[in-house]
């Protein structure tokens, strides 16, 4: 099995394309070994020391590095856990993927977050998926539409920028009852 790897504006993360399904269409973000229980894979990779956060996306695997570490040592084992978990023929979750919690959308709004979702998912989210990240949507109320960052886009340098400046743009020209666009945690 060959992966590849490629670099993400995130410099602490790099983005590993195994040539295959990872997560489909479900994605998962994990920020810590405590929290990658739902997933045989995000545990093989938060064994390794040096991995401080695990992306599992449709058809690439974003892994961040801990300060400390360094990537010409970390690659290797991270390649190295990936091969053995796709060829022992494990799943990638147990059961299903974990869902995010969307905060509840009032019906008035139902048209509106309609039109935000659908920009995030033909306009957004393939972009930032090709960075190793996603974007997802958690909320609409009083014209703030609260979206995470994940993976590769969780922490990157220049996250706060593409949110301000090319998401709530985009969202505010296309959906005039738009006002802003927050960033919040999973």
Partial sequence: MFIQTEDTPNPA???????????GSASADYDAPDSAHSSPLAEALFAIDGVARVYLGADFVAVTKTEDADWPMLRGKVIGALVDHFVSGAPVFHGEAPAGADEEIAPEDAEIVAQIKELLDTRVRPAVAGDGGDIVFRGYRDGIVRLTMQGACSGCPSSRA????GVE?????????????EQVDA
């Fill in 13 to 23: 993360t790099l983005k590993f394309l195994p040539g295959r399904d990872v997560a």
């Fill in 162 to 165: 593409t949110l301000k400046h």
């Fill in 169 to 181: 743009n985009m969202l505010r020209h296309y959906v005039p009852e738009v006002q802003s666009v």
